[in-house]
């Protein structure tokens, strides 16, 4: 997951930076905090040192993204099973080939271990380079009010979603492949949760020279066909009905997407209907996530799976809902999930289910810092402190992805 947005909202919050000001231009995101962005612009004009070496130091990281290759789906050498390289295809990481078959189908699955077949289609890395890259240049552009991130982000914008020539089609039929098996399916949909994320960062060149209305309107119509096939194709609903974190992630794109769009009736509605049942249905009353218990890598999918549901109560929070302290009838919440996993990472309890690789529990610092935004913590540990403020690059950010 991209974790530039994270870090940001993890270091200024340690900071305690006010988020009143004078006010230069308010974006309209949905992930990022808008009021901080702007209050952290308001802070570098008036002089702020740390966020002056802040926003040094991320433009310096900008302009070397101004010199990467522009991304397309049609730039893969295989080419889907529907003909048309503008659709996005990728292969399910843990299959592997059967080695009891003389052609090793159909293949066989081996959880958390990646067979690096799947970086033979190149999809899924174009894609997150492209999230990455646009968030990078969106954030560089707000800051330096500079129309040369804001034209290179257009850029490749109109490469992937609106160019004939390049553009991907809105939907991801062929995600996730396994050999022998199946051409596409709903757990393919965990590759695209990065879209979400690019679509929050274009809010932040609305108002350039290079990106138009009419340029936005588009980009909103591609959003808007790709959440319609979320909503309704067989691939999509089958990635509705998941219950770890694919569904987590499922909500969390739909909201997205639905909130990019100008449809906040549907964003609201989703959380209403589905990530409510999610909080009943992958959480226990004590805190643990027994879906992603079950996994090898039980740590990590853990994490990533509590990271989508904040994500979601970030997403809430612009629909006047609070799912930070929403509770179900038999006592489930995001923030007991939150509090289960803290003396893990703190070093207070060991974790003794399945991890077949090293056990990272800084990955939730960032997410700690986060929750006391929400949460009474009695301490921050020192760690925390220590890892978000060696993030010089992200200090200029406001929020968990």
């Known amino acids: 997951m991209n974790k530039l947005a994270f870090y940001g909202l993890a270091f200024l919050w340690l900071l305690g930076l006010p988020t009143s000001a004078q006010n230069p231009r308010k974006p309209t995101t949905f992930l990022l905090n808008a009021e901080r962005l702007q209050a952290n612009k308001t802070k570098i004009r008036?002089?702020?040192?740390?966020?002056?070496?802040?926003?040094?130091?991320?433009?310096?990281?900008?302009?070397q993204t101004l010199t990467k290759?522009?991304?397309?789906?049609?730039?893969?050498?295989?080419?889907?099973?529907?003909?048309?390289?503008?659709?996005?295809?990728?292969v399910g990481p843990y299959w592997w080939p059967d080695s009891t078959k003389p052609d090793g189908l159909p293949y066989i699955r081996k959880d958390g271990q990646i067979n690096p077949e799947r970086y033979a289609i190149q999809d899924d890395a174009y894609m997150n380079g492209l999230c990455n890259d646009v968030q990078t240049l969106a954030i560089a552009y707000y800051f330096s009010d500079n129309e040369k991130y804001a034209r290179r982000a257009a850029e490749l914008l109109r490469a992937w979603f609106l160019d004939p020539a390049t553009k991907m089609n809105p939907n991801l039929n062929f995600g996730q492949a396994i050999p022998g098996i199946t051409q596409g399916r709903g757990i393919g949909l965990i590759d695209s949760r990065e879209l979400a994320v690019l679509a929050d960062a274009v809010?932040?060149?609305?108002?350039?020279?290079?990106?138009?209305?009419?340029?936005?309107?588009?980009?909103?119509g591609w959003f808007r066909q790709f959440l319609d096939w979320m909503l309704t194709s067989p691939i999509?609903?089958?990635?509705?009905?998941?219950?770890?974190?694919?569904?987590?992630?499922?909500?969390?794109?739909?909201?997205?997407?639905?909130?990019?769009?100008?449809?906040?009736?549907?964003?609201?509605?989703?959380?209403?209907?589905?990530?409510?049942?999610?909080?009943?249905s992958q959480l226990t009353p004590e805190g643990s996530q027994p879906h992603e218990l079950a996994r090898t890598l039980s740590w990590n999918y853990s994490v990533m799976n509590l990271q989508g549901f904040f994500g979601i109560a970030q997403l809430a929070?612009?629909?006047?809902?609070?799912?930070?302290?929403y509770e179900t009838p038999d006592g489930k919440s995001l923030q007991k999930a939150f509090f289960w996993l803290l003396p893990y990472a703190e070093g207070k309890q060991s974790w003794t289910h399945k991890q077949i690789k090293a056990m990272h529990p800084e990955n939730l610092w960032p997410m700690a810092v986060v929750a006391t935004r929400h949460y009474t913590l009695k301490t921050l540990p020192a760690v925390a402190h220590e890892q978000a403020s060696?993030?010089?690059?992200?200090t200029l950010t406001q929020s968990l992805f």
């Open 46 to 63: 008036q002089g702020d040192p740390v966020l002056k070496a802040a926003q040094q130091a991320f433009l310096a990281m900008a302009d």
């Open 69 to 90: 290759p522009t991304y397309s789906v049609v730039n893969k050498s295989k080419v889907p099973p529907s003909g048309d390289k503008h659709d996005y295809m990728s």
């Open 203 to 220: 809010q932040l060149i609305r108002g350039s020279s290079a990106w138009s209305a009419a340029d936005h309107q588009a980009l909103q």
């Open 236 to 280: 999509g609903k089958d990635e509705e009905d998941e219950h770890n974190n694919h569904g987590t992630y499922y909500d969390f794109q739909t909201v997205a997407y639905a909130l990019f769009t100008d449809n906040k009736p549907l964003a609201k509605q989703i959380i209403e209907q589905k990530t409510y049942k999610r909080i009943g």
């Open 317 to 325: 929070e612009n629909l006047n809902m609070d799912l930070w302290h």
């Open 390 to 394: 060696k993030q010089p690059l992200f």
